[in-house]
């Protein structure tokens, strides 16, 4: 697995199997987070299939699809809730990982400047500055 460090709680993947959840366990992680949508993988990684694996293994599971077109934001306030709401570590993947790495930033624009989350996301090997507009925006948009 390829698990990059977003926050001391926050990391994210590309796509993970399910024989990986029991590692995930001993790694501190307590929630998975499935960006993927069923449409780009194979049967055996749909998220049901994901989530019977990840809850055999103890671990909480939430299914919350991105695309471009889908990355709304109740979706965003699903990722960041899911992450407040654990009690330890949480993985989000998608297929390369930016995906998961693109709902933190922009799920946590109200709360952290444009360059703290773009060196967050630049710590983990996402470089993301094309996204700063939208960030400044959000910001701005949740302080009105």
């Known amino acids: 697995m390829d698990i990059r460090e977003i926050t001391t ?3 994210v993947a590309p796509q993970i199997g399910a024989e990986d959840f029991e590692t995930l366990k001993s790694q ?15 049967a055996s990684h749909h998220a049901a299939a ?3 694996a990840a809850k055999a293994a103890g671990l909480a599971f939430v299914i919350n699809p991105l695309t ?4 709304t934001d109740d979706r965003l306030a699903l ?10 570590k949480v993985l989000a993947y998608c297929a390369s990982g930016t995906r998961s790495t ?7 624009a109200d709360s952290a400047s ?5 060196e967050a996301a630049a710590q983990g090997g996402y470089h993301l500055d094309a996204l700063r ?11 009105d």
Not at 28 to 42: A, H, L, W, Y
Not at 79 to 88: D, F, K, M, V, Y
Not at 102 to 108: E, I, P, R
């Open 28 to 42: 501190g992680f307590t929630c998975v987070i499935c960006n993927r949508p069923d449409e780009e993988i194979p």
């Open 114 to 118: 444009a360059d703290e989350l773009l």
């Open 102 to 108: 693109v709902a933190w930033v922009l799920g946590h």
């Open 50 to 52: 994901m989530e019977a």
């Open 9 to 11: 709680r926050y990391y």
């Open 133 to 143: 507009g939208r960030i400044e925006f959000l910001a701005s948009r949740k302080s």
């Open 68 to 71: 471009h077109d889908t990355m």
């Open 79 to 88: 990722q960041r809730s899911t992450l407040e709401g654990a009690e330890g």
